[in-house]
């Protein structure tokens, strides 16, 4: 099977093409159409400062169901004592700026370049992008950040500085998405962190049409900030 290679050509090939390891393309760029094109399509950009964007279709493919949200006694306490403070889209800069900043066990660097940075900007200036945040003592100590389209969240990434900081952030944020009928939560590829919160493997082609039925259409045009 051979790697697609894209061009200015706003498409993506269907997902039963990619590698066996879910890379679907290489090439193409970040801007606001092609990124919501691909989440529509249940794909994603992931790729190396040294190398063109490449898009990924994984099979299976790693999900969170809002009502399989497991708390653990522990971060119930946590949540009790008010450790921390929940907020969303008050420093979304600074949120990606930290995920790709913050250093990761068994990762050399970071996928979240400076052209990834300001394309989803770009995107959280648009109203597609969102970030949760964890802020303790007046301090942005944890938070994720993703894509939000019709009752279908795509994350992208968290950082926690303080212990707890991220799954704070995250079960308050699956909560909120809970409230507003999302009933689906894209997690890529399996982490153990996420996956002890309740994330977990399905099928490609269940997924493709969860997002199909959840996320609706790709948009005719692309709403420009005021």
């Known amino acids: 099977m051979q790697l697609t290679l894209l061009t ?3 498409w993506f090939p269907p997902a039963h ?13 970040l801007s606001a159409e092609r990124l919501l094109l691909a989440y529509h399509s249940g794909i994603f950009p992931w790729y190396n400062d040294d190398e063109p964007p490449l898009w990924w279709c994984p099979n299976p493919r790693f999900v969170l169901f809002p009502n ?13 004592r008010g450790e921390f403070e929940f907020r969303i889209n008050t420093a979304f800069t600074d949120v990606i700026a930290l995920c790709a900043d913050t250093p990761r066990p068994g990762q050399d660097g970071t996928w979240i370049t400076t052209e990834v940075e300001d394309a989803y900007i770009h995107m959280h ?3 597609y992008a969102h970030s949760a945040e964890a802020w303790q003592n007046g301090r942005l100590v944890g938070g994720l950040y993703g894509i939000w389209l019709g009752n279908a969240f ?9 212990s707890n900081a991220s799954k704070f952030a995250f079960i308050q944020w699956v ?13 890529q590829v ?7 919160l309740g994330a977990r493997m399905i ?4 997924f493709l049409q969860l997002v199909a039925d959840l996320a609706g259409p790709p948009p005719a045009t692309i709403i420009r900030p005021s």
């Open 125 to 127: 200036q648009l109203g």
């Open 154 to 162: 795509f994350g992208e990434s968290m950082f926690s500085h303080r």
């Open 17 to 29: 093409m990619a590698l066996p390891d879910g890379l679907l393309a290489a090439g193409g760029d």
């Open 190 to 196: 399996h982490t153990d962190h996420l996956a002890s």
């Open 8 to 10: 200015e050509e706003l």
């Open 68 to 80: 399989e949200l497991r708390v653990s006694k522990s971060m119930k306490q946590v949540i009790r």
């Open 175 to 187: 909560a909120h998405l809970k409230a507003h009928g999302v009933a689906l939560i894209d997690c």
């Open 203 to 206: 099928a490609r082609d269940q």
